[in-house]
């Protein structure tokens, strides 16, 4: 058996390159301040880079995928708790697949739907 690959080179081409042609969108997480029985919901905007996409006519399902949903390319972790603001839409995370081929996560692949 041969010498593991090294991915860290094609884990920073991956961050160069969404950085490169991407655009700059807002990853919207919901904290709770203040007491425990009576908690303010607080924003807090992260500004990440990624590149938004529609799916391909062959994805849709109508059910799993929609024709609405969108694809978000990015090398920033999400949850599916967070929302992710495109300029004046908010889309809820639908579900979040990594692009790990070893250790290394090279890429997130993160369904979006309004």
Not at 37 to 43: A, E, G, R, S
Request: hydrophobic share 35%; aromatic share 6%; no cysteine.
């Amino acid at each position: 058996m041969g010498a593991k690959y090294d991915y860290s080179n094609l884990a920073s081409t991956s961050v160069r390159l969404i950085n490169k042609f991407g655009k700059s969108i807002l990853k919207r997480t919901i904290t709770n301040s203040g007491d425990e029985w009576n908690p303010t919901q607080v924003n807090v905007d992260t500004s990440i880079d990624g590149v938004v996409t529609a799916y391909g006519l062959n994805e849709i399902d109508g059910t799993l995928i929609k024709s609405t949903d969108k694809k978000l390319l990015t090398t920033s972790l999400i949850d599916t708790s967070d929302k992710i603001v495109d300029g004046a839409i908010i889309y809820s995370v639908v579900s979040v697949s990594t692009v790990e081929p070893s250790t290394t996560a090279l890429l997130y692949k993160i369904q979006l739907r309004v």
